[in-house]
């Protein structure tokens, strides 16, 4: 979760966690707040098809955010999520308090990180349902490499922004997509081409439209090979 989200949580249910906590500490009222949290949440967002919410990339003061991981936890509830991925710079923190709260309000918990690869440009991958920390500044292909040997899920983080600095650029992503392909899949398997989209098309049921998502890279193509074509102008 950026810094930008998690303000934007902490204005929305700073006073309501705030009061509650406090009275959880003074007066023993934790099955009243935990029960006020489950109510708050379903009032928020839902999921279509039996689907969960989940958020895969936060931040606590572990490292740069800006509450603790059992806060974020009670501020995830809040919003109705199902899933929360705490994915610290750098580092794995103990998150077995976090995932007892997790437990306890309906929102599992997954530890994770976010690695730091090799300098230019620093790179950030995220790095999902791991026990041990992934060594920073490695190359971008090594991180990824890493993380699977761990088990875990490997997420390019925050792609595509004009920053110079953290991001990937489409290029470097398609790169990493397709070198991995190759190695892991088999020749009839691997993707012709890939297609960035910034929204997936949903059906009513909350299942992917794939006839839309086909329309979607039909016209982008299009639109790709007339600005080719402007180009050779």
């Given at each position: 979760?950026?810094?930008?989200?998690?303000?934007?949580?902490?204005?929305?249910?700073?006073?309501?966690?705030?009061?509650?906590?406090?009275?959880?500490?003074?007066?023993?009222?934790?099955?009243?707040?935990?029960?006020?949290?489950?109510?708050?949440?379903?009032?928020?967002?839902?999921?279509?098809?039996?689907?969960?919410?989940?958020?895969?990339?936060?931040?606590?003061?572990?490292?740069?955010?800006?509450?603790?991981?059992?806060?974020?936890?009670?501020?995830?509830?809040?919003?109705?999520?199902?899933?929360?991925?705490?994915?610290?710079?750098?580092?794995?923190?103990?998150?077995?308090?976090?995932?007892?709260?997790?437990?306890?309000?309906?929102?599992?918990?997954?530890?994770?990180?976010?690695?730091?690869?090799?300098?230019?440009?620093?790179?950030?991958?995220?790095?999902?349902?791991?026990?041990?920390?992934?060594?920073?500044?490695?190359?971008?292909?090594?991180?990824?490499?890493?993380?699977?040997?761990?088990?875990?899920l490997a997420v390019i983080a925050h792609p595509f922004m004009p920053t110079w600095f953290a991001s990937m650029t489409p290029g470097k992503a398609r790169q990493?997509?397709?070198?991995?392909?190759?190695?892991?899949?088999?020749?009839?398997?691997?993707?012709?081409?890939?297609?960035?989209?910034?929204?997936?098309?949903?059906?009513?049921?909350?299942?992917?439209?794939?006839?839309?998502?086909?329309?979607?890279?039909?016209?982008?193509?299009?639109?790709?090979?007339?600005?080719?074509?402007?180009?050779?102008?």
């Amino acid at each position: 979760m950026s810094r930008f989200a998690t303000t934007r949580l902490r204005d929305a249910l700073y006073g309501q966690f705030s009061a509650h906590s406090q009275r959880a500490e003074s007066d023993g009222g934790a099955a009243d707040y935990t029960s006020s949290v489950k109510q708050t949440a379903r009032s928020h967002a839902r999921a279509g098809g039996g689907l969960g919410l989940a958020e895969i990339h936060a931040h606590t003061l572990a490292s740069d955010g800006m509450v603790s991981a059992e806060d974020l936890v009670r501020a995830a509830a809040g919003i109705g999520l199902n899933v929360l991925c705490i994915t610290d710079h750098d580092t794995i923190s103990e998150l077995g308090p976090a995932i007892e709260v997790g437990a306890g309000l309906g929102v599992d918990v997954v530890r994770g990180e976010e690695v730091t690869a090799s300098f230019p440009p620093g790179i950030h991958i995220v790095g999902l349902f791991l026990e041990r920390q992934i060594r920073m500044h490695m190359s971008v292909e090594d991180t990824v490499d890493a993380i699977h040997d761990a088990g875990g899920l490997a997420v390019i983080a925050h792609p595509f922004m004009p920053t110079w600095f953290a991001s990937m650029t489409p290029g470097k992503a398609r790169q990493l997509l397709e070198s991995h392909c190759r190695e892991g899949l088999s020749s009839w398997q691997v993707p012709r081409e890939f297609q960035i989209v910034t929204e997936l098309p949903f059906n009513q049921r909350g299942k992917i439209n794939r006839s839309e998502l086909s329309r979607l890279h039909l016209e982008s193509r299009s639109n790709t090979r007339a600005e080719e074509d402007l180009n050779r102008r």
